[in-house]
């Protein structure tokens, strides 16, 4: 299909390895979220890009988070010597601009840090 | 502190019951989307309203943004199970156009 894709699904790593999660868009798309979610709980923002730039990462929680898009689609989150408490559901999600356009979200990479 | 609160956070209703799912806050919003969100998978938008006082229908779901743009309900008219899943708000601030700010999500149970 032609949805959202994000990889890994699923990445188990070890407290203090970084880690690299994949987002790749809908085609065209200019906009492209970072959310971060807790089981039963609304997505937490944590960035987004209108093409390569980013536009606003106040919701990065420290600076071991970065996150990039540099040819405008495809995005990577970085996440530097992880701990536990990093351990989450991470999302992306992608619209054609943002503002009140509805936002298509991926199936998510799954992080456990053991 | 959240800056949109939904209430209630859990929700199990039997089957062809009515229900309101209630997304409030302090600030206002230049728009408001109500997402459902099944296990497994990514929230998908059911509505966008952005007009003060608005309210959109979906079949058996009401949706309605508050006249100061601060709150927003909605309803559901006899519930089946297929409504089951996680129901989100979110809201654009004037300020920050791409930033889109979630509820904490009401888990809805419609039980058989």
């Known amino acids: 299909g032609a949805g959202v894709s994000q990889s890994p699904r699923y990445k188990v790593t070890k407290r203090g390895q970084d880690v690299a999660l994949r987002c790749d868009p809908i085609s065209g798309h200019v906009s492209l979220y970072w959310y971060r979610q807790a089981l039963g709980q609304g997505p937490e923002f944590l960035t987004y890009?209108?093409?390569?730039?980013?536009?606003?990462k106040s919701g990065l929680p420290n600076d071991r988070f970065s996150a990039e898009r540099p040819e405008g689609s495809i995005s990577t989150l970085t996440i530097q010597r992880t701990e536990q408490r990093d351990s989450a559901m991470y999302r992306c999600?992608?619209?054609?601009?943002?503002?009140?356009?509805?936002?298509?979200f991926g199936p998510g990479t799954r992080l456990t840090v053991t | 502190t959240q800056l949109l609160e939904q209430s209630p956070q859990f929700l199990s209703i039997q089957e062809g019951e009515n229900l309101t799912v209630y997304c409030n806050s302090s600030?206002?919003?230049?728009?408001l989307q109500w997402y459902r969100q099944e296990p497994g998978e990514g929230p998908v938008l059911l509505v966008t309203?952005?007009?003060?006082?608005e309210v959109k229908k979906l079949k058996r779901l009401t949706f309605q943004f508050g006249d100061a743009r601060k709150d927003s309900s909605l309803h559901i008219t006899a519930a089946q199970p297929g409504d089951t899943g996680l129901y989100l708000c979110a809201g654009v601030r004037p300020s920050n156009t791409g930033k889109l700010i979630f509820g904490q999500g009401t888990t809805l149970q419609v039980k058989p």
């Open positions: 309203v952005v007009t003060g006082g």
């Open positions: 999600a992608s619209s054609l601009a943002d503002g009140v356009g509805e936002q298509y």
């Open positions: 600030s206002v919003f230049s728009s």
């Open positions: 890009f209108n093409y390569e730039a980013q536009q606003d």
